[in-house]
Nanobody
């Protein structure tokens, strides 16, 4: 059984920083791409950043220059360092692990989400 455990969400003032973590728990052989998404109140879930197993990254325009995604393959963990936070960054942040390989083959998984609230 695979579980994604997220942490790091909090209430922070505009201009502040947060670091989100997402650990993929289970008997795992390999994880391909990992990503962070967010969903603001009343809006659709949107992609924030992605990272390949080799460390190549992509970012949404809104995250460029402020957010940094990274991963530790040995720990099956992905991080999102968020600096210069703005009120519009408020939302539930979800971790996604694509093609998680176990003894049962591969599947994609989502974390339960962690709340980030940025006050003005």
């Amino acid at each position: 059984q695979v579980q994604l455990v997220e942490s790091g969400g909090d209430l922070v003032q505009a201009g502040g920083s947060l670091r989100l973590s997402c650990a993929v728990i289970g008997t795992i052989f390999r994880i391909n791409n990992m990503a962070w998404y967010r969903q603001a109140p009343g809006k659709q879930r949107e992609l924030v950043a992605t990272i390949t197993r080799g460390g190549s990254t992509t970012y949404a325009d809104s995250a460029l220059g402020r957010f940094t995604i990274s991963r530790d393959n040995a720990k099956n963990t992905v991080y999102l360092q968020m600096n210069g936070l703005k009120p519009e960054d408020t939302g539930v942040y979800y971790c996604n692990a694509e093609k998680v390989w176990t003894t049962r083959g591969s599947s994609d998984y989502w974390g339960p989400g962690t709340q980030v609230t940025v006050s003005s």
